[in-house]
């Protein structure tokens, strides 16, 4: 199965300037201002300003504080509290917090896990074009966790998130294709795909594209660009690559290892994006 979004921010905060549907200027104005206060980390000024929003029924409100509950900003962390403010906004269509509450089911926070739950908020939220939301459906559909296994399907909802520039969505489309599942086996669009994530700073895509260098697929064999891919991954968190690494420095000489650190000290997020594919 690949990884749905790591379960870090509990939910997505609204922003300033996404703000609808506020129900007229003074609700639009109150939640730029709690807005903008969570930004500064004053949580006991957000929550004074959300809860009655929320209480009046502003199902951005219910969703910000949502995210607070689950996150423990200005309260104490309470998940069945945050599922309650979460179902509050997805009952009236709030994407995000359709998606958060999909994710509270899957990774069974403040409920029991539920995949089925948890596929019928993800397509909720992701029919209204939510990525996050998009890419955990695919997941489920690749797996077959509370919906029949489809390929076809996972690779229908990856698509549709990573090009939205979803990183883990790209990522994840990459696999399809390197693997074909679901769809042709393509190296060539596995590769454009990782690398329009790996040029977001994603782990997975970096890890593999070390493998495609290393195993030369769809690119010449280069270990040295393998190492440069797999360190990439070790210092953005992967413990997987961490053995790789290990494993691929015995085979290189000092000098190839003077080029990789080379490599790898000079890329910088936001590379190649030339090379990310055209939705």
Same mark, same amino acid.
């Given at each position: ?16 300037g ?8 003074d ?37 910000d ?9 200005? =309260? #104490?962390?309470?998940?069945?509290? $945050?599922?309650? *403010? &979460?179902?509050?906004? %997805?009952? +009236? @269509?709030?994407? !995000? /917090?359709a ?14 896990r ?50 939205q ?17 679901? =769809? #042709?086996?393509?190296?060539?669009? $596995?590769?454009? *795909? &990782?690398?329009?994530? %790996?040029? +977001? @700073?994603?782990? !997975? /895509? ?45 085979t ?7 080029e ?10 936001g ?9």
């Open positions: 199965m690949r990884p749905v979004a790591a379960f870090i921010a509990l939910g997505a905060f609204a922003l300033a996404a703000l609808a549907p506020a129900h007229g200027a609700e639009a104005a109150s939640l730029a201002a709690a807005a903008a206060a969570h930004a500064r980390h004053d949580y006991a000024e957000a929550l004074k300003l959300l809860r009655p929003l929320a209480a009046a029924g502003n199902a951005v409100a219910q969703n504080l949502g995210v607070m509950f689950a996150n423990g900003e200005g =309260v #104490a962390r309470n998940y069945g509290e $945050a599922m309650n *403010w &979460y179902r509050r906004s %997805a009952e +009236q @269509g709030y994407a !995000d /917090a998606s958060s509450l999909g994710l509270m089911y899957a990774e069974g926070r403040g409920v029991r539920n995949d089925a739950e948890a596929v019928r908020w993800y397509r909720v939220a992701a029919e209204k074009g939510n990525a996050m939301a998009a890419n955990n459906l695919g997941a489920k559909y690749e797996a077959g966790e509370g919906v029949r296994k489809d390929a076809a399907e996972a690779l229908r909802w990856y698509r549709m998130a990573a090009e520039g979803y990183p883990e969505a790209q990522s994840n489309l990459g696999s399809m294709y390197a693997d074909g599942t679901g =769809v #042709a086996e393509d190296d060539a669009e $596995a590769l454009r *795909w &990782y690398r329009a994530a %790996a040029a +977001q @700073g994603n782990a !997975d /895509a970096l890890e593999n594209l070390a493998l495609m260098y290393l195993d030369g697929q769809g690119v010449p064999a280069d270990p040295v660009e393998a190492y440069k891919w797999v360190s990439l991954a070790v210092e953005r968190g992967s413990t997987e690559a961490i053995k790789a690494r290990e494993s691929l420095a015995r290189l000489n000092l000098d190839q290892l003077s990789a650190h080379r490599r790898a000290a000079a890329w910088r997020p590379a190649n994006q030339e090379q990310q594919p055209k939705p």
